[in-house]
């Protein structure tokens, strides 16, 4: 099966790659990674209205879902361009449903809030945190754009112990950010410490649906990261065959290089309609939502991921020089691979959302 994106979808999709092209060249992209600056293209992509599309008008946003999601995080990937912040406020949406306030701010003027949970790890109720009804204390690691967050949002233990929603300003006291250098210098985590911050319940929130949402989110916006890596990856694979020549020839007339460019391309034809497909079902509420969300993320950043190791394969050394693009969309594919959970942790979640024997009919 092939998934058909709609004109309106083709359009967005298109419009945004045309706008990168011209607002994240790779001159631009590469200074902003090497000052560790993701801020300011984040910026222009509020500014421009881009990171409004796919939150809800009432919220503040441009309007469109899940699907319009997934094709932006698609189209940011093919840029390579620094996506932490936009990454973030989608995550976080879900657990913010009951502060209309927050979600106006986020949607509609862009402010990050970060869901405080480790994005090495499928998002869940972090372990060690401690909370008075007041206070929160404890730490959580791999916070996904902590640096840059307005705001926390924290999974909690509540006084019955199920899990509950708080709110901590970044500028509070007791809040302590330490930052991580990633390989990837697109992305940017942070360990957060919470020594006595003052925090504020999220009314009316389940905290446990909330985090189910987000990390359904993450799972099916990450595999859309890794298509857009995967594509590009292998346009470029592609056009340095053609172009590189030994003994004379152009190394695309070789059997070997054509084998692993056939591989390349069947992994994003269907890496492609996986990741859109399981982007549609969650955003229209289908019954199996939650299994194609995990699909998408075990399957396409495993194969972006080898993908990603067949293109450089084939670049050789020139692969590796900071001036190729190609190195930074190898270290986007294999970040994707282990953010917000590794294909294994999502195997799981498949295996013990499947039925041990076939429904009757």
């Known amino acids: 099966m092939h998934w058909e994106l709609s004109e309106e979808q083709n359009l ?15 001159e631009r992209v590469r200074g902003w990674l090497e000052s560790a600056d993701g801020q300011s293209f984040d910026t222009e992509l ?6 409004a599309v796919g939150f809800e ?3 503040g946003g441009q309007g469109g879902g899940l699907l319009e999601l997934a094709l932006t995080a698609r189209e940011l990937a093919r840029a390579a361009a620094p996506c932490s912040g936009w990454l973030a406020r989608a995550v976080a949406e879900p657990a913010l449903a009951a502060e209309p306030e927050l979600r106006r701010l986020l949607a509609e003027r862009g402010e990050v809030t970060a869901l405080a949970v480790r994005c090495d790890r499928i998002p869940s109720a972090p372990q060690g945190l401690s909370f ?6 404890g730490e959580v690691s791999n916070v996904l754009a902590a640096e840059v967050a307005k705001r926390f949002v924290i999974p909690v233990a509540g006084a019955d112990g199920n899990p509950t929603l708080v709110v901590v300003d970044r500028d509070a006291r007791g809040v302590r950010v330490r930052p991580h250098d990633l390989l990837d210098r697109s992305r940017s985590a942070a360990d957060v410490a919470f020594d006595g911050a003052q925090a ?4 009316d929130a389940d905290a446990a649906a909330a985090l189910t949402r987000s990390a359904h989110r993450a799972a099916v916006l990450v595999a859309a990261d890794a298509l857009g890596a995967a594509e590009r990856m292998l346009a470029m694979t592609v056009e340095y065959a053609k172009q590189r020549k030994q003994f004379g020839r152009p190394i695309a007339s070789f059997q070997a290089i054509k084998h692993a460019g056939a591989q390349m391309l069947v992994a994003v034809e269907a890496a492609y309609s996986v990741s859109l497909y399981a982007a549609a079902s969650l955003q229209d509420g289908h019954p199996d939502a939650a299994l194609h969300a995990a699909a998408a993320k075990a399957q396409v950043t495993r194969s972006a991921a080898d993908l ?3 293109a450089l394969t084939v670049h050789g050394a020139i692969g590796y020089t900071w001036e190729y693009d190609l190195q930074l969309l190898y270290k986007r594919a294999k970040l994707d691979r282990v953010l917000f959970g590794t294909p294994a942790a999502w195997n799981e979640r498949i295996a013990s959302g499947l039925p041990l024997l076939p429904r009757a009919s």
Do not use: F, H, M, P
């Open 12 to 26: 967005y999709a298109d419009s945004l790659r045309e706008w990168l092209s011209a607002r994240a060249t790779s």
């Open 46 to 51: 509020i500014e421009e209205g881009w990171a």
């Open 57 to 59: 008008e009432e919220a």
């Open 132 to 137: 008075d009804g007041r206070r929160v204390s």
């Open 200 to 203: 504020r319940l999220i009314g």
């Open 308 to 310: 990603a190791d067949s």
